[in-house]
């Protein structure tokens, strides 16, 4: 039984992650379709409740489903109001085209039209694709639901991110972690309380360190795309809980990233949210990202149950752009540590950096 179980979460990482796919084409809309190929119009809409049993995924570079360039704003934002409030069926799948917050309609609503379509076809072609695999393992729909309303909320978090990453790809990481934190409740509750001051603030503490590789495509200002191989890790620490922690664990992770990058990247600071059932998100200023995770912990399957958040940052160690290597990290560790000995022990104390002195 357990063998099976982790033949299955492994397919389904694998199903899913092909999303990073994407990265090798032209266009960043879906390229991944299923034997029974949807029409241009069926592929922007949410996934069907008549989904077949087995979900045959393959690449076709050939075909490209772009943005609809006839969005309606107006119609487009009294959709999304009316479903704020409609409830989420348990018997069937729910088309998740819009937000469930009025925050969130109206962050998006700072977008162009060329923005938010561009971005209303993203999402849903990875919502898609997710609920498909989903249904391949014969979950009920008011499972599939729950996950696709946790990632539908995601992407409009990060739906700025999204619809102007000029970067998608896909990327791997192993890692490493601990951590043992009180739950967010219990927190609060001892807040008023004189024990509550030799409590940290995050509830407790969690450490991962992770390794990890990425390829992806960048889309320059010129309109060229180029494509990325980097080799990455990954520093995080706890941010909050909600279910509480404790925790041994040693983890893959596979799937998806958008970032916008402008200018090259050295480390990046974001926010990771553990949720459970519903995988790994990264969100920050630059990325979004959402990844499978699968590994061994103590105590053994716990990592299911956990709710936390991480303060994390990406330290890009080595980077290959076409054919041009170099690595980040030296650069950072130049202009940051190196140009500070330069301040203190040369130029007094005065804002000065080395960039391109030792070059």
């Known amino acids: 039984m357990a063998i099976r179980t982790l033949f299955k979460s492994l397919l389904l990482i694998a199903a899913v992650s092909l999303t990073g796919a994407q990265a090798y084409a032209e266009d960043d809309a879906n390229l991944l379709l299923f034997e029974s190929a949807p029409s241009q119009a069926e592929s922007q809409k949410a996934p069907r409740s008549d989904m077949p049993d087995e979900a045959v995924i393959k690449l076709d570079l050939s075909e490209v489903v772009e943005a609809d360039k006839d969005f309606n704003r107006k119609a487009f934002v ?12 348990a018997d069937k799948l729910y088309e998740f085209e819009g937000p469930r917050t ?4 109206e962050k998006l609503l700072e977008l162009s039209d ?4 561009k971005f209303l076809a993203k999402k849903s072609a990875f919502l898609g ?5 989903l249904s391949f393992f014969r979950l009920k729909p008011g499972k599939i639901n729950k996950a696709l309303n946790e990632l539908n909320n995601r992407f409009y978090e990060s739906s700025h991110v999204v619809s102007r990453s000029n970067v998608k790809g896909g990327t791997m990481m192993v890692s490493v972690g601990a951590g043992l934190a009180l739950p967010q409740k219990v927190m609060e509750a001892l807040r008023g309380r004189s024990i509550g001051r030799f409590i940290p603030e995050s509830g407790g503490f969690f450490y991962m360190l992770g390794l990890g590789a990425g390829i992806s495509r960048q889309v320059g200002a010129d309109g060229k795309s ?6 990455f890790m ?11 922690v404790a925790e041994i664990s040693a983890a893959g992770t596979y799937g998806l990233v958008f970032e916008k990058r402008d200018g090259a990247f050295t480390h990046q600071k974001n926010t990771t949210m553990y949720g459970g059932a519903t ?3 990264r ?3 630059s990325q979004f990202g959402w990844a499978a995770s699968t590994g061994m912990s103590m105590p053994p399957g716990i990592g299911i149950f956990l709710v936390y958040q991480d303060h994390a940052t990406r330290y890009y160690l080595f980077r290959m752009e076409g054919l041009r290597a170099s690595l980040p990290a030296l650069k950072g560790f130049k202009d940051g540590i190196i140009s500070a000995l330069r301040n203190y022990a040369y130029f007094g104390g005065k804002v000065v950096t080395c960039q391109g002195a030792l070059l």
Do not use: H, N
């Open 279 to 281: 995988g790994v998100f």
């Open 234 to 244: 990954d520093v995080e620490r706890l941010k909050k809980t909600l279910t509480g």
């Open 102 to 105: 009025e925050a969130e309609l």
């Open 226 to 231: 180029k494509m990325v191989f980097e080799i």
């Open 78 to 89: 009294e959709r999304a109001r009316a479903a704020m409030t409609a409830e989420i069926p």
């Open 114 to 117: 060329a923005d938010i379509a």
């Open 129 to 133: 694709k997710f609920a498909r695999v």
């Open 283 to 285: 969100q920050g200023p």
